[in-house]
């Protein structure tokens, strides 16, 4: 099964919504599927856990210390709601289409590069100047646990913005590397900071955004950075569009910060407000993996996805928790919007946990399997 076997209209077809529990989430997660795309689902999972497996087995990758034991067990519940209220489906696209605007994509953003803007973000820029309402609020959650090194550099280039409507959290789980020092430096300049040990990135992460009351929002690795601007450019897109997610670009640079090595952009078309694909999304291995969509911080979405979504990260995913959060986010049916804007930057280090070694594909093949169960649970509602 792949994008092209997915029946054009289905994404315009969806006649109910589903709340599923029983993950860990605050609120229940939203699910916009129906019958023949459920199938579909289940057909994409067997795909890639026999691609993820052939690749494990190839590349003999071992299973990280952090995912020894026995995996979680979840008792999932699923409700069917009427369609309507939170129905993100305004502005859908076939699945199918995706690689083909992305031809186009590409070379809007090659003329968008040499005009430095393209036309609808100049607009957007001229609109929000003669005053078309207040600044959005933002909301920015730093996680942060002994890189000092990075530290204050990312701090910085959130708070260095000046954003006018700006709401900052960090959170650290109780760094002994001179890191809390850095934070505290940096205090008064926070809405709120939590210094206590955490059980892992996601729960750091939980404990952040609990705190948030942004209309938009995003995180921030401490060894990652926001682009000077970033936050304005986030502000005017989502004040004009409204997008549950905002998408620009994401260079890649070296540890020292100087070295550029790429520059990414997903593929989804630029300049226009779509319905992601989820069973795109859902192609790990075939989409994901190609880089058809988000680097983590170049991607900012708004609260009423967030909540639709679960209002959570997975504590129990060590690896891929911002995969997971997109794709469920696609589920919901989140409308995505692409600008040429860079918004963030990701640092390439030694340390990261997935520069290299590849072991995340023993958790994805897990997630898959988790995604699998959760769609035959949607199929038997």
Same mark, same amino acid.
């Given at each position: 099964?792949?994008?092209?076997?997915?029946?054009?209209?289905?994404?315009?077809? %969806?006649?109910?919504?589903?709340? %599923?529990?029983?993950?860990?989430?605050?609120?229940?997660?939203?699910?916009?599927?129906?019958?023949?795309?459920?199938?579909?689902?289940?057909?994409?999972?067997?795909?890639? +856990?026999?691609?993820?497996? @052939?690749?494990?087995?190839? /590349?003999?990758?071992?299973?990280?210390?952090?995912?020894?034991?026995?995996?979680?067990?979840?008792?999932?519940?699923?409700?069917?709601?009427?369609?309507?209220?939170?129905?993100?489906?305004?502005?859908?696209?076939?699945?199918?289409?995706?690689?083909?605007?992305?031809? @186009?994509?590409?070379?809007?953003?090659?003329?968008?590069?040499?005009?430095?803007?393209?036309?609808?973000?100049?607009?957007?820029?001229?609109?929000?100047?003669?005053? /078309?309402?207040?600044?959005?609020?933002?909301?920015?959650?730093? %996680? =942060?646990?002994?890189?000092?090194?990075?530290?204050?550099?990312?701090?910085?280039?959130?708070?260095? #913005?000046?954003?006018?409507?700006?709401?900052?959290?960090? %959170?650290?789980?109780? =760094?002994?590397?001179?890191?809390?020092?850095?934070?505290?430096?940096?205090?008064?300049?926070?809405?709120?900071?939590?210094?206590?040990?955490?059980?892992? #990135?996601?729960?750091?992460?939980?404990?952040?955004?609990?705190?948030?009351?942004?209309?938009?929002?995003?995180?921030?690795?401490?060894?990652?950075?926001?682009?000077?601007?970033?936050?304005?450019?986030?502000?005017?897109?989502?004040?004009?569009?409204?997008?549950? +997610? +905002?998408?620009?670009?994401?260079?890649?640079?070296?540890?020292?910060?100087?070295?550029?090595?790429?520059?990414?952009?997903?593929?989804?078309?630029?300049?226009?407000?779509?319905?992601?694909?989820?069973?795109?999304?859902?192609?790990?291995?075939?989409?994901?993996?190609?880089?058809?969509?988000?680097?983590?911080?170049?991607?900012?979405?708004?609260?009423?996805?967030?909540?639709?979504?679960?209002?959570?990260?997975?504590?129990?995913?060590?690896?891929?928790?911002?995969?997971?959060?997109?794709?469920?986010?696609?589920?919901?049916?989140?409308?995505?919007?692409?600008?040429?804007?860079?918004?963030?930057?990701?640092?390439?280090?030694?340390?990261?946990?997935? #520069?290299?070694?590849?072991?995340?594909?023993?958790?994805?093949?897990?997630?898959?399997?988790?995604?699998?169960?959760?769609?035959?649970?949607?199929?038997?509602?």
């Amino acid at each position: 099964m792949n994008r092209h076997d997915i029946p054009a209209n289905s994404a315009q077809s %969806v006649p109910y919504t589903f709340a %599923v529990r029983g993950y860990g989430e605050r609120v229940p997660a939203h699910v916009q599927l129906e019958g023949p795309e459920l199938d579909a689902a289940m057909a994409v999972c067997d795909d890639e +856990i026999a691609l993820i497996v @052939a690749k494990i087995r190839a /590349d003999q990758i071992p299973i990280p210390a952090a995912l020894e034991g026995d995996r979680p067990h979840f008792e999932v519940t699923v409700e069917r709601l009427a369609a309507g209220g939170d129905d993100f489906r305004l502005f859908a696209y076939p699945p199918a289409n995706l690689m083909a605007k992305s031809v @186009a994509s590409r070379l809007l953003r090659r003329l968008g590069a040499l005009v430095g803007r393209g036309p609808r973000e100049v607009q957007a820029r001229q609109e929000l100047r003669e005053g /078309d309402g207040p600044w959005p609020k933002i909301s920015v959650v730093t %996680v =942060s646990f002994n890189q000092a090194k990075y530290l204050e550099a990312s701090i910085r280039s959130v708070l260095d #913005q000046d954003y006018p409507n700006l709401e900052y959290i960090v %959170v650290d789980g109780g =760094s002994t590397d001179g890191s809390v020092e850095i934070i505290e430096r940096y205090r008064d300049r926070c809405d709120s900071v939590i210094i206590e040990p955490d059980r892992g #990135q996601s729960d750091a992460l939980n404990k952040g955004f609990a705190r948030t009351t942004g209309e938009t929002m995003n995180w921030l690795c401490s060894d990652d950075l926001l682009e000077p601007g970033s936050l304005h450019e986030i502000g005017r897109v989502y004040q004009l569009t409204r997008a549950d +997610i +905002i998408a620009g670009g994401c260079k890649r640079i070296g540890e020292s910060g100087n070295m550029h090595h790429h520059l990414h952009h997903t593929r989804l078309p630029l300049h226009e407000t779509v319905r992601l694909a989820p069973l795109d999304m859902l192609h790990f291995m075939r989409s994901w993996q190609a880089s058809n969509y988000f680097f983590q911080p170049e991607v900012f979405f708004s609260r009423r996805v967030w909540e639709a979504s679960g209002a959570y990260f997975k504590e129990h995913l060590f690896y891929a928790m911002d995969y997971d959060l997109w794709l469920r986010m696609a589920l919901a049916g989140a409308t995505g919007h692409h600008i040429p804007a860079t918004i963030g930057c990701s640092r390439v280090h030694a340390a990261q946990k997935t #520069q290299a070694d590849r072991q995340y594909l023993h958790q994805m093949r897990a997630l898959m399997e988790e995604y699998k169960a959760m769609f035959a649970a949607l199929n038997a509602a």
